[in-house]
């Protein structure tokens, strides 16, 4: 959750946000964090949300070390505290462009899908590698081009159709090209980045795009669709992504980024 994007959630949506989100972020960010830390570290999870990665870090250090998430969305960090494993981990509100702490504190500084949603992406990562100690390691997680990831397409053609979402606000992926531009903006070395494509197993969607959309900055105007809008809107997705139905749900590919950087 980013300070300045479109992507800001009132008090309602954090649970929802956990409940169905986690379900494509999880492998992701067990990759983001397996790149980076190592037993010992101090890390810093920015725009930690409901703290998936966060989470991740603190169990990948099995109590040694030390854990922080920042996130600007009060809600999302009261909720991160409570949950499993809350209480091992250090939880603060505050905007990714201005971050709490001193220069060189960390060992490792990560975000999840966060930068491209900041008001100035490389600014954010210019601040994350200020308080990252010498030699640290600086990372972060984008989606790569929608097309490699067919829920979210389906989801960005559903909210600018049904939602009058704007599009910037949607701006969920991006480049190779735009990602080592963020990074040489903000003075960094060129990343490292890979290309990660998990597949993942989904509920029946006309039961989990709804619940999904609860997490996200639109969900009233979903609910405010009259039902037959609302089931046009689902069978627009089941339709985008009947290749990948099963008895079960659906089992999507997702695809992100993965770029790093030592500091």
Known sequence: MSDGSGWQVDQNAPRHYHDQVSMFMEPFADALVDSVVT???AVLDVACGTGIATRSAATSLGGLGRVVGTDINRAMI???????????IEWREASALDLPYEYGTFDCVISQQGIQFFPDSSAGLAEMARVAKPGARVAVTVWSPLSESPYLEAMYEMLTRYCDADPDDIAWSSTRAQITTWFNDADLAEPVIQHLVRTVSLPPLDSFVPAHMMSTPWATQFGNLPPD??????RQMQEKLKRWSTTTGADIPFASFLATIAV
């Open 39 to 41: 037993p010992g570290d």
């Open 78 to 88: 009261e909720l991160a505290a409570i949950l499993p494993e809350g209480d091992r």
């Open 229 to 234: 809008e609302a089931a046009s809107a689902i």
